[in-house]
């Protein structure tokens, strides 16, 4: 790996410091205290041998001849062997004496030196030491208070660590460790030493459950490393990249349309689901999950669920992959129309409702239409929930079927016998019935009969004599009235009532009580522009115009007439076919008037004839 490269690495991730408990600058190289070591320890060896020969295995520039050996001083030579000893280094020593509780080494110097029991990692590993073992130790002092080496196993331990950590960061390999803690940022990582994995490393993708993580044993790269600062930063992430590159080169190569795979459903939303097919991600939409209807794609699937999937399209070079679960089955629709002929009884349940009807599934993939005005014979419905709720299980009858739109209409108003078939038998022309008002309207008032028949009795239909201007003038809703049938068009479901019919038409005689020059009672009832309205007998109503009124009153007639005024009029027209008939209260009191003015003549020319008589007498 070029420097370039491990450079970008470092930028890539987060920075975390971990303390390092080794506060000393970086150590000698290992191999070369181990040379030092092995010429230390030859050197000894060859004083205390007794065997002469031994001298001929090393070189003369490394060793005194025999001659100049016996002119040094012991003091020396005895210096000589420690004089690469130095503190700060990691050593080789050698296990003279073991207690319950420490260890005695040798390491070639004047004193020996002490390694406490707390300082091996585990129990067992003390338990294995036996005597005249090589270990290594880290010579932190030469001598102390009492004269002994001070050593130190946990921190030779820990340079080697950092040593092997050193090689893997510089070599690029793998190296392998255990969570230990969840921390800010991330995860700390036992590697033999303390590391940190920034939670954006740990996975391809966030982790959900991050506690489920501590504890376990996982492979990572070293991106970041500073030994002077005891910084080791790790990364999982780029180890699960590689492996995906490889995975995704072969997964690419092996599909094709119309294939089926195995994948890991990797993540679900609104819209469908993410199916991680090795390496390459595919899409499988909410529509391809099911022939039916889904409300959510988790209704059928969990992150991290294996799944069986259909390729139905694949595009090499944006690397896009669509994916099927429903068409790995039959869609249902092309045996519906053999299945679901026009006519046929069908059970289903509501799925939805609408302001305009109900959907029915039949099964799965296959739902049916009820509109509104199939539902009930009685059109009155307002909504559909006044009917149905979703999961009701309900009959119906196939009205029409188009498979290539896949729609299927249906009736649930079917089930039942058409009451307006049967109408005409139930209710006869002309016979009289008893209803309750539903509805006003400005035109007439629907009077229902029973459930879902209604009849509409127009407004020309509620009285023979009296105008009626509104319904309500003359019902009310919920009323119960009397009426009387008119008209059944089946067909078309309309029926015709009369409320007038009820009662005896009394314009059928009125030429036999009335006759044109007759002088009648009448009542005032109403005042317009043109005249007055008044009522001759019930239901009988004329009218006297402006000009027939008295001349006296004719000028201010409003203020003149009151409402139930009581006079005399003269009928001067009669139409039976028109039903109108016409007064003049200025006739009446012309006929009145000459009347009285011959009685008055008459009796005054009698008692002249009687005067004269009885002068004639005298």
């Not at 092997?164 to 036992?190: L, M, N, P, T």
Request: net charge negative; proline share 3%.
């Amino acid at each position: 790996m070029t420097d370039d490269e491990k450079g970008e690495r470092n930028n890539s991730v987060e920075e975390e410091s971990f303390s390092s408990e080794i506060d000393e600058e970086e150590k000698p190289e290992e191999e070369k205290l181990k040379n030092d070591k092995e010429g230390q320890v030859k050197k000894i060896d060859l004083m205390n041998s007794e065997d002469e020969d031994l001298a001929d295995d090393f070189s003369d520039d490394e060793f005194l001849e025999d001659e100049d050996f016996e002119d040094l001083d012991m003091e020396s030579l005895y210096q000589e062997t420690f004089k690469n000893i130095e503190e700060g280094n990691v050593i080789k020593g050698k296990i003279l004496q073991i207690t319950s509780t420490e260890i005695l080494v040798d390491v070639g110097y004047k004193s020996e030196g002490v390694i406490s029991k707390e300082e091996f990692k585990d129990t067992d590993s003390y338990k294995n030491l036996n005597v005249g073992d090589e270990i290594d130790v880290y010579l932190e002092s030469k001598e102390d208070s009492e004269g002994r080496v001070v050593l130190s196993k946990e921190k030779a331990d820990k340079i080697k660590i950092w040593d092997d950590v050193q090689k893997a960061y510089e070599e690029d390999k793998i190296i392998s460790g255990k969570i230990i803690d969840r921390i800010k940022g991330g995860f700390a990582v036992d590697i033999g030493i303390r590391a940190f994995l920034p939670g954006s490393q740990v996975d391809l993708r966030p982790i959900k459950d991050a506690d489920n993580l501590l504890g376990k044993k996982i492979d990572t790269k070293i991106i970041k490393l500073s030994r002077k600062r005891g910084n080791i930063v790790l990364s999982r992430r780029i180890l699960l990249e590689d492996e995906r590159k490889a995975l995704r080169a072969k997964t690419l190569d092996q599909i094709e349309e119309g294939k089926i795979l195995k994948g890991i459903v990797k993540n679900i939303t609104e819209y469908g689901v993410f199916v991680d097919l090795g390496g390459i991600d595919g899409l499988l939409h909410i529509t391809d999950i099911s022939w039916g209807r889904v409300s959510h794609p988790s209704e059928y699937f969990v992150v991290g669920d294996p799944v069986e999937v259909i390729v139905l399209k694949f595009d090499p070079e944006k690397e896009k992959v669509s994916l099927g679960y429903k068409q790995k089955t039959q869609d249902p629709w092309e045996t519906a129309v053999d299945k679901y002929p026009i006519g046929s009884k069908v059970k289903g349940k509501i799925i939805s409702i609408a302001d305009y009807g109900a959907f029915i599934e039949l099964e799965t993939g296959v739902e049916g239409l009820v509109h509104i005005s199939e539902m009930t014979w009685n059109g009155r419905i307002k909504h559909p929930t006044k009917l149905v709720a979703i999961g009701d299980i309900v009959e119906a009858v196939v009205l029409h079927i188009d498979p290539e739109n896949k729609r299927i209409s249906l009736g649930m108003k079917q089930i039942e016998p058409n009451p307006w078939e049967i109408i005409a038998d139930k209710y006869p022309i002309e016979s009289k019935i008893i209803g309750h008002v539903r509805n006003l309207t400005d035109f007439g008032a629907f009077v229902e009969l029973e459930e879902g028949i209604d009849g509409l009795i127009h407004i020309s239909d509620m009285s023979w004599t009296k105008r009626i201007k509104k319904p309500s003038d003359l019902l009310r809703k919920g009323q119960e009235v009397e009426c009387v049938i008119l008209n059944i068009d089946p067909e078309n479901e309309r029926l015709s009532l009369g409320l007038k019919q009820v009662y005896p038409d009394p314009w059928e005689n009125i030429e036999d009580n009335y006759k044109i020059g007759m002088n009648v009672k009448v009542i005032m009832t109403k005042t317009v522009d043109f005249g007055l309205f008044v009522e001759i007998d019930e239901g009988i109503e004329g009218l006297i115009h402006v000009s027939e009124l008295d001349p006296q009153k004719s000028d201010n007639f409003k203020d003149e007439y009151k409402i139930n005024d009581e006079f005399m009029a003269k009928i001067i027209k009669l139409d039976v076919h028109e039903r109108k008939i016409s007064l003049s209260e200025r006739d009446y009191l012309a006929e009145v008037s000459v009347a009285g003015f011959e009685n008055i003549i008459e009796p005054a020319e009698q008692g002249e004839e009687q005067a004269e008589e009885e002068q004639v007498e005298e």
